[in-house]
């Protein structure tokens, strides 16, 4: 009997162990389900979070904020220009003072001379050429008398302020009662007439001719010193046979050998190149052959001209 009931007991709990395991299997096995589902659900949520971040938001009215549209630059029209006229189209030009030129040009038709000088100069021409001529020691240097004066350009004093200078020019004359042969000599200067009875005139002395070339023509040339007193009056003479007449052109330099105070004595070199630039510029143009032996009107022309070499 005890046996049985130990059977029993032992059989007893051994199922309500059985039972007990079961059911705490159960226990267990609920647990951890319930936490392997809590940890999925919250790696689902975790997963599905993250992506509805990624995933762009829907456009909303209302949060959206607004969008400044581009606004086009507002362009002011230009004002037409005024409608050109011929007058401004053309550029300014703005107006130069023209300066006169440096030398002029003289021409006298009647004889067919022509010659450059500086404008600064003084021009006499006809009576007021032969004026000048004549107060000088040796007025003319032909071989015989028949001479007129043309033309005479004078050296002006202030060139040469506080010198002994007495007097400078460059003249033109023509004798038409001469040969070709007689227009190559030079008779010399004649003696200087006294301007007083205190004062004496020394004779001239005159040099061998010689030839100079300008341009074409071929001159025959001849130099001499007049003195009287103090005074001293250094000429250089050219003659050339042209149009049927005897041309004279004469280089005269006069010093009175008496300078002011402060001045010092002209060099009369320097004053005679002067006088050859005028005489490098010489023409003698082709004129009708005149019967009258008179002095022909000079008509001096002011064209401006080329600097005389």
């Known amino acids: 009997m005890n046996r049985i009931n130990l059977f029993r007991n ?38 599905a979070a993250g ?21 086009p630059p507002v362009t002011t029209p230009a004002t037409p220009a005024p409608p050109m006229t011929q007058a401004s189209a053309k550029p300014v030009r703005k107006k130069t003072a023209r300066r006169a030129p440096a030398t002029v040009t003289y021409a006298d038709k009647a004889s067919g001379v022509s010659f450059q000088y500086p404008r600064r100069y003084g021009l006499k021409t006809g009576e007021a050429a ?34 002994d200078l007495g007097a400078a020019f460059f003249d033109v004359s023509v004798n038409k009662a001469l040969t070709e042969e007689q227009c190559g000599e030079f008779p010399g200067t004649k003696p200087a007439v006294a301007a007083d009875s205190t004062t004496s005139a ?8 010689a030839k100079l070339m300008i341009g074409e023509m071929e001159l025959q ?81 002011t064209m401006p001209a080329a600097p005389a070499q």
Not at 52 to 62: D, L
């Open 202 to 209: 020394d004779p001239a002395s005159a040099v061998k001719p």
């Open 51 to 71: 992506c509805s971040s990624e995933k762009p938001q829907p456009a909303s009215s209302n949060n959206q904020p607004a969008m400044t549209q581009p606004v």
């Open 130 to 163: 032969d004026e000048l001529l004549s107060s000088d020691a040796v007025a003319m240097n032909f071989a015989q008398p028949g001479g007129v004066a043309i033309a005479a350009v004078a050296v002006p004093e202030s060139a040469y302020p506080k010198s």
């Open 221 to 301: 040339s001849s130099e001499s010193l007049a003195s009287q007193g103090t005074r001293e009056e250094a000429s250089k003479f050219y003659h050339v046979f042209e149009n049927g007449a005897c041309y004279e052109f004469a280089l005269k330099v006069a010093t009175t050998g008496v300078e002011t105070e402060g001045g010092k004595p002209v060099d009369r070199e320097e004053i005679f190149e002067k006088l050859e630039k005028i005489l490098a510029t010489v023409k003698i143009g082709r004129v009708p052959e005149v019967t009258e032996k008179t002095a022909p009107d000079a008509t001096p022309s």
């Open 10 to 47: 032992t059989e007893v709990r051994s199922n309500r162990a059985r039972r007990e395991s079961v059911a705490w299997g159960r226990f267990n096995f609920d647990k951890t389900t319930s936490t392997l589902v809590f940890a999925a659900t919250l790696i689902v949520c975790s997963i």
